[in-house]
């Protein structure tokens, strides 16, 4: 008997605690609407908060840059995947926020990783946020520092870890969601960059779910205007969420960037991501800084989708962010919600443990500058009709 034998079995429990994933196949663009194999529905649990993902104009210029660039990139960017295209990129991301250098890595996911593993190591100290994401909180354990978490948005704490762990010459890097993904609250920007400051630490913000979607020109949660390189060091967004294709960028002082070339693991040992896609990223970011409308009507569609639940006595959470979760509590509970959601035609998907802690399954309901004010509505028709179909069942 393989020790690979209990496999099957802990599926089994997996399935008896209705923790269990099982996969959509999706036949359709991403936008408003998706279609599955059991209909249309309406979409309220993509990442693509501009409805940006299908703009036609952004595939045309991925189809114009395949037919210059072809396909892969063939090699990692140390070796020949390094295009003219990645190269523009760069530029332009380091204009969009405004920092002497920008890296381009194939996801978020890896721009975390490697990022925190390329600066700290045995020995350095990395003080997480305890509902930071998963790429975070991985890279600050894979780095072999000594990884301290801080209760969310606790400053307080966050600062007597800090002074509980002085003292010693080492590199402390400070790290945070900007908005943090299940919950849709943002970070303290200001404390942290204070707490940072006064800890002579440095501070990472993952603004994955804010660039794009706040401030002026979209820029995210760090205005550039404000905060620049020496208040925020490592800045990092990603490319496939407001921005609609693939990706993500760390933006930075160019010893920063230099450093990461050079010691970044999933930066130097991996493909560059195709050249089509950087250039589709290109047209996005003019998309992004120019139609401002599409985050007023995004924070209008918020605003109304608030309103509406809070009319309904639904337990909202305190977010003022695409990402609004409905709190259900049980695992069974959410997946009960969710599957009388899409008896309507609604697309909601339940969250559950160990994405989010114990008790806190919930649905993760997220608004997109695709829909429509009718769209948030019939929503909020749904969840009513679930209030009422799914309690009394
Ligand atoms: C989605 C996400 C990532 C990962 O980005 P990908 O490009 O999807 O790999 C990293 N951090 C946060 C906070 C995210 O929400």
Redesign the pocket.
């Known amino acids: 008997m393989s020790g690979f034998s209990d496999l099957r079995l802990s599926l089994a429990e997996l399935e008896a605690r209705q923790l269990y994933r099982h996969r959509r196949v999706v036949e359709s663009p991403q936008g408003r609407e998706v279609r599955l194999s059991s209909g249309r529905c309406l979409n309220f649990c993509s990442n693509d908060y501009l409805g940006l993902a299908a703009d036609p104009r952004i595939a045309a210029a991925a189809r114009a840059a395949i037919d210059r660039w072809g396909v892969g990139a063939g090699a990692s960017h140390l070796i020949t995947g390094h295009t003219a295209a990645h190269q523009a990129l760069e530029e332009a991301l380091a204009d969009f926020t405004q920092r002497p250098a920008v890296l381009v890595f194939g996801?978020?996911?890896a721009a975390?990783l490697g990022t925190i593993n390329a600066l700290l190591s045995a020995g350095d100290q990395v003080f997480e946020d305890r509902l930071n994401?998963a790429?975070l909180i991985d890279g600050g354990r894979i780095s072999r520092a000594d990884y301290h978490w801080y209760r969310h948005l606790d400053t307080e704490h966050l600062k007597r870890k800090l002074s509980a762990n002085a003292g010693t010459a080492c590199r402390r890097l400070i790290v945070t969601?900007g908005t943090f993904?299940m919950d849709g609250d943002r970070c303290k920007l200001d404390e942290l960059i204070a707490c940072a400051h006064e800890a002579d630490a440095w501070l990472m913000v993952?603004d994955?779910?804010g660039i794009g979607v706040h401030g002026p020109r979209g820029c995210g949660e760090v205005d550039p205007g404000q905060h620049g390189c020496n208040d925020v060091q490592v800045l990092m967004g990603?490319l496939?969420?407001a921005f609609g294709v693939a990706g993500?960028f760390v933006a930075g002082s160019t010893d920063l960037i230099e450093t990461l070339v050079h010691r970044a693991r999933n930066y130097i040992y991996t493909t560059a991501m195709p050249a089509a896609l950087a250039a589709a990223v290109l047209a996005s970011i003019e998309i992004v800084i120019n139609e401002d409308w599409r985050r007023a009507h995004l924070h209008n569609l918020i605003a109304r989708f608030r309103q509406g639940a809070a009319e309904l006595g639904l337990e909202l959470m305190p977010s003022a962010t695409p990402i609004q979760p409905v709190l259900l509590g049980a695992p069974a509970r959410a997946l009960a919600w969710s599957e009388a959601l899409e008896q309507q035609g609604v697309l909601a998907l339940a969250i559950r443990p160990p994405t989010v802690p114990r008790d806190t399954s919930r649905l993760r309901i997220t608004l997109t500058a695709a829909h429509t004010e009718q769209d948030v509505d019939q929503l909020l028709a749904a969840l009513d009709n679930a209030a009422q179909t799914v309690v009394a069942a």
């Open positions: 996801s978020g996911y975390n994401h790429s969601d993904s993952d994955a779910h990603t496939g969420k993500a």
